[in-house]
């Protein structure tokens, strides 16, 4: 068996630790003779790991009393629709554009009433992030949108966007866990966990109580209700039952590992490696604004599509895959979550180094 330093932006890399015990655990979890694919979501032995899941992630994020946390399904892009349906009470809210994720959400809360586009970075390709701190909210907006990493363009909200007391949703899906948040200045914040926790078919949503209410939308689906999950603790129907086991692991993992300050030391120390080299090399370089460097998802070219091409086959054979850029903005995306160890980070840099003189 050989395993690869896997860059992909998602599904992306899980720690191997937690892979081994999920693969010891497979035919017989705990001395119940049966895989936790094959158990009832309403046994006592699920019970346990959705509620010790739960637990751990609201140690691990600090979550006050006052937030659910949902385990969900249908991906960070059923939220798009999900989150207007639950929220808009006045049918307006402010979306901040910072990519096509953001986009998308912004798009979709149009069919459900008047998404304002109150700053956007589309001039300069999401190059970077707008300035925040004073922007045109419309009073009645009912909340205030962001995509607080940008997956497929490599920046991070490093402060949040002044909402002038409206509510704050936020998706973090590539982020989730990477560092600490103060939960308290959000209303909502979800994401998919197959970025930076587990595998796909997971969404963790973490809303504040008030927020989830009776008074939805006409005509929103009994599923996609926050209250249908929050009042049945998320066991309204099937949940994904293997996935949230695994991340129930990688949140134990993420507890051995020193916690989020840890990991946000840890995932500093990783991406300075990566960016240090590309602002000294002369042939690859970052795509965007150096101030808005997402510690995650990390753009980069050399300018040259052909050696771009020649670049990602050569690291592919290497051992270092899944580094072509989203097919949007081509170049290359070295996505380095969490779970990538930093001797990966390492190799990578010095792969880039040989191919830089060797292609000079
Ligand atoms: C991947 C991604 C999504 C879409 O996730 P799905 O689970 O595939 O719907 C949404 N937002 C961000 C920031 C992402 O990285």
């Given at each position: 068996m050989s395993r690869v330093y896997n860059f992909s932006?998602?599904?992306?890399v ?259 490696i990566l960016?240090?080299f590309?602002?000294?090399s002369?042939m690859f ?15 980069f070219?050399t300018?040259?599509?052909?050696l771009d091409a020649k670049f990602v086959k050569e690291a592919a054979e290497a051992g270092f895959v899944n580094l072509k ?7 290359m995306r070295a996505s380095i979550?969490?779970?990538m160890p930093?001797e990966g980070v390492e190799k990578l840099v010095a792969f880039m180094k040989k191919f830089e003189e060797e292609n000079?």
């Amino acid at each position: 068996m050989s395993r690869v330093y896997n860059f992909s932006a998602g599904p992306a890399v899980l720690p191997e630790e937690v892979l081994k015990e999920a693969a010891d655990e497979m035919l017989d979890y705990k001395g119940c003779g049966m895989s936790v694919m094959e158990m009832s979501h309403r046994s006592k032995v699920y019970d346990n790991i959705i509620k010790e899941a739960e637990a751990d992630l609201r140690d691990l994020m600090n979550i006050p009393d006052n937030y659910k946390v949902l385990f969900l399904q249908g991906g960070a892009s059923q939220q798009f629709a999900a989150i207007p349906m639950n929220l808009m009470k006045n049918k307006k809210a402010a979306y901040i554009v910072t990519g096509q994720w953001a986009k998308k959400a912004y798009q979709e809360a149009k069919m459900y009433g008047e998404a304002v586009e109150v700053a956007s970075s589309a001039d300069k390709t999401f190059s970077y992030i707008p300035d925040c701190s004073d922007l045109d909210i419309p009073e009645d907006a009912d909340y205030v949108y962001i995509c607080e990493n940008n997956t497929i363009y490599g920046t991070k909200f490093k402060t949040l966007p002044n909402t002038k007391g409206h509510i704050l949703v936020s998706d973090v899906s590539s982020c989730f866990l990477s560092e600490p948040v103060d939960v308290t200045k959000y209303g909502v914040i979800y994401g998919g966990v197959q970025k930076n926790i587990g595998p796909a078919g997971v969404v963790i949503a973490i809303i504040r109580e008030d927020l989830i209410t009776d008074d939805v939308l006409e005509g929103t689906p009994t599923m996609l209700k926050y209250k249908t999950q929050a009042d049945n603790d998320s066991l309204y129907n099937t949940p994904p039952c293997y996935g949230i086991y695994i991340c129930g692991k990688v949140f134990k993992w993420l507890k051995k590992m020193g916690g989020l300050e840890a990991m946000k030391r840890h995932n500093e120390e990783k991406a300075k490696i990566l960016y240090d080299f590309l602002d000294e090399s002369k042939m690859f370089s970052g795509t965007v604004a150096k101030e808005d460097r997402s510690l995650m998802n990390v753009p980069f070219v050399t300018g040259n599509d052909d050696l771009d091409a020649k670049f990602v086959k050569e690291a592919a054979e290497a051992g270092f895959v899944n580094l072509k850029g989203h097919r949007t903005v081509g170049g290359m995306r070295a996505s380095i979550y969490n779970a990538m160890p930093k001797e990966g980070v390492e190799k990578l840099v010095a792969f880039m180094k040989k191919f830089e003189e060797e292609n000079a």
